[in-house]
């Protein structure tokens, strides 16, 4: 069974400090995707990245940068010079090779403070 | 392109109703699901498809029907509402090529309370 796991249940930063949100995984999947969604406190859920399994390259997307590491099983996702507005519940996710269907964590709520 | 659409974006039911759910997208997707989201914690696989004319369990699939006659919609249904399934709904969809997963696009949700 597949399984994610976003320890940081809630953050709290001041405007412009760098935050890291956490997210390991499990599947026995060989082939796999992970995603990042945002969900701003109107309740959308907004794509952020997908990373297939066979890609270790950081990417880094304006002031977004995520980090995934194989042999630790991790898919960090790091907010430089945090914002309001990136104030949100941050989701990570996993797909699997049947369904394609999403297994979610239970997301990591960031709050930034001006 | 309206993407992934959900109707209605809100509904109180009585314990005991019943009430459809509809999901549409415009993207020509193969792949359906239908999520639901309850406080605290990340979505939950419901029902799923494939393609037009099929569909499947996920991990919560008591409860709730699902059905996929046409290629763009995906319905929901709940037969005999109870207060449990008072949740967030969301329903997304997602083309896949062999061993390529696109994205997975959500659509607005849809808040369901059951008194």
């Known amino acids: 069974a597949q399984k994610v796991t976003q320890a940081q249940t809630e953050i709290s930063v001041v405007e412009k400090e760098d935050v890291t949100l956490d997210c390991v995984y499990e599947?026995?999947?060989?082939?796999?995707?992970l995603f990042w969604y945002k969900q701003p406190p109107s309740g959308e859920l907004v794509f952020l990245i997908r990373?297939?399994?066979?890609?270790?390259q950081n990417e880094i997307s304006g002031r977004y940068s995520w980090n995934f590491q194989k042999s630790t099983s991790s898919f960090n996702f790091t907010i430089t010079a945090s914002q309001v507005v990136d104030s949100a519940v941050y989701f990570c996710?996993?797909?699997?090779?049947?369904?394609?269907?999403?297994?979610f964590g239970s997301g990591t709520r960031l709050q930034v403070q001006p | 392109n309206a993407g992934v659409t959900q109707t209605p974006k809100f509904r109180v039911l009585k314990t005991g109703q019943s009430m459809t759910l509809l999901c549409a997208q415009d993207?020509?997707?193969?792949?359906m699901y239908w999520y639901r989201q309850d406080p605290g914690m990340g979505l939950r696989l419901i029902h799923y498809?494939?393609?037009?004319?099929?569909?499947a369990k996920g991990e919560v699939p008591d409860g709730y029907n699902v059905s996929r006659l046409k290629k763009q919609n995906f319905l929901l249904g709940l037969e005999s509402a109870a207060p449990s399934q008072t949740s967030v709904y969301f329903c997304?969809?997602?083309?896949?090529?062999?061993?390529?997963?696109?994205?997975?696009?959500f659509g607005p949700g849809t808040r369901l309370l059951v008194l």
């Open positions: 997304a969809s997602s083309q896949i090529a062999g061993e390529i997963q696109e994205t997975q696009y």
């Open positions: 599947t026995r999947d060989t082939t796999y995707y």
């Open positions: 990373r297939n399994s066979f890609d270790e």
């Open positions: 996710a996993l797909s699997d090779t049947g369904r394609r269907a999403l297994t």
């Open positions: 993207m020509n997707h193969e792949y």
């Open positions: 498809s494939v393609g037009e004319g099929t569909t």
